[in-house]
């Protein structure tokens, strides 16, 4: 059973840039969410998707957004990077919307 | 307003005692609950799931209990290890998995 595997691990991108971000999910699963993480706090829901279509989103602002795949991976891309935008992206995959959440490590993002 | 508390940032123990960690929240309506262990520099790993008409649950030396009354969770872990040293995260499920709320953690370190 492979796990969660998210990619890259560290990025370091300049205020006003795009970034993309990539999840595969763990096998079996077709739900998949998206959460940042700043230092010290607990994870913040982005949204989440099933079968490719967008299932819920938490308070962020249309500059974040994904896609899931057939496949169910997943991508989340932000516009016009903050520098509050600076923070861990932490993606999990899910059998269904309310199951437990399987978690990978994460992307540590760093804007300047 | 929404809220979610853990019941306080860090906990320091001795090895051997029980931890109890404790979640409230206020204005939410979760149809159930579920406690993850996250360690530095990794995703939240799930440990336990209880449900809004469920009292208890236990798995091993872990215990948690929910108390929709009161609007609180406990999480106790039994016969301390060192290696239970990590954050707590509680979270929230309301609508199906479309608002998963995450609490901002309880740091536990067991000290031999």
């Known amino acids: 059973e492979t796990g969660v595997t998210q990619s890259p691990t560290h990025l370091i991108k300049t205020r006003g840039q795009q970034v993309t971000l990539r999840c595969s999910s763990q096998s079996g699963h077709n739900t998949v969410s998206w959460y940042q993480q700043a230092l010290g706090q607990g994870p913040q829901f982005i949204f989440q998707?099933?079968?490719?279509?967008?299932?819920g989103r938490g308070n962020f602002p249309p500059r974040f957004s994904g896609l899931q795949f057939p496949n169910y991976s997943s991508e989340l891309n932000v516009n016009a990077l903050e520098l509050d935008d600076s923070a861990l992206y932490l993606c999990?995959?899910?059998?269904?919307?309310?199951?437990?959440?399987?978690f990978g490590n994460g992307t540590r993002l760093t804007v300047t | 307003s929404q809220k979610i508390e853990q019941n306080s940032e860090a906990l320091n123990i001795q090895e051997g005692k029980t931890a109890t960690l404790t979640c409230n929240y206020t204005n939410y309506s979760p149809a159930y609950l579920q406690w993850y262990r996250q360690d530095p520099g990794r995703g939240p790993v799930f440990l336990l799931l209880i449900r809004e008409n469920e009292k208890e649950k236990r798995k091993e030396r872990l215990k948690v209990t929910f108390d929709t009354t009161l609007k609180q969770s406990l999480f106790h872990i039994t016969a301390s290890q060192p290696a239970d040293s990590a954050t707590y995260l509680c979270?929230?499920?309301?609508?199906?998995?479309?608002?998963?709320?995450f609490g901002p953690g309880t740091r536990l370190s067991v000290l031999p």
């Open positions: 979270a929230l499920i309301e609508n199906y998995g479309q608002n998963f709320v």
């Open positions: 998707y099933y079968r490719e279509e967008e299932n």
């Open positions: 999990a995959s899910s059998l269904n919307g309310d199951s437990p959440l399987h």
